[in-house]
């Protein structure tokens, strides 16, 4: 009886995209990470998007200053790998907790446990995106 009735809610649920569709996004977005590619990764984002990463600091604004932002995280011999935890996915808008390996080459290496939101538009273009993690979130 409580599924039926979630699921019921679920069906008034407005959205200009199908679950596949967001959910391919971000998926494109995690393989980016993974291929070091983050023109692919800017290509993702409406041209006015807006990423906090983490939420609080300031907001990098417009695709150009995504792709400079993620361009000087990848100024080191560098590897990163997204291993996808779970997609949750309501209207246009996705939450996602993932841990984004990374390596600087002969340096250092991390995890970074990390939960975004993910809000795309009618397109399926990324325009807002949340990423949310702490001092807890890095090992």
């Not at 998926?27 to 983050?38: K, P, T």
């Not at 609080?56 to 932002?69: D, I, N, R, Y």
Request: aromatic share 8%; glycine share 6%.
């Amino acid at each position: 009886m409580i599924k039926s009735m979630m699921l019921q809610l679920l069906s008034t649920t407005q959205t200009d995209l199908t679950q596949e569709q967001v959910s391919a996004t971000v998926n494109a977005y995690l393989d980016s990470w993974r291929n070091g590619d983050s023109a692919a990764r800017a290509a993702l984002f409406a041209d006015h998007a807006v990423l906090e990463d983490p939420v609080g600091t300031p907001p990098v604004e417009g695709k150009a200053a995504l792709l400079a932002f993620w361009q000087r995280a990848e100024a080191y011999p560098s590897k990163f790998d997204a291993v996808l935890a779970s997609i949750v996915v309501c209207g246009n808008e996705a939450i996602v907790k993932f841990a984004l390996r990374i390596e600087i080459i002969g340096v250092a290496s991390g995890t970074l446990q990390i939960v975004e939101n993910f809000q795309l538009d009618k397109a399926g273009k990324i325009v807002r995106l949340r990423a949310f993690w702490d001092a807890a979130s890095v090992s």
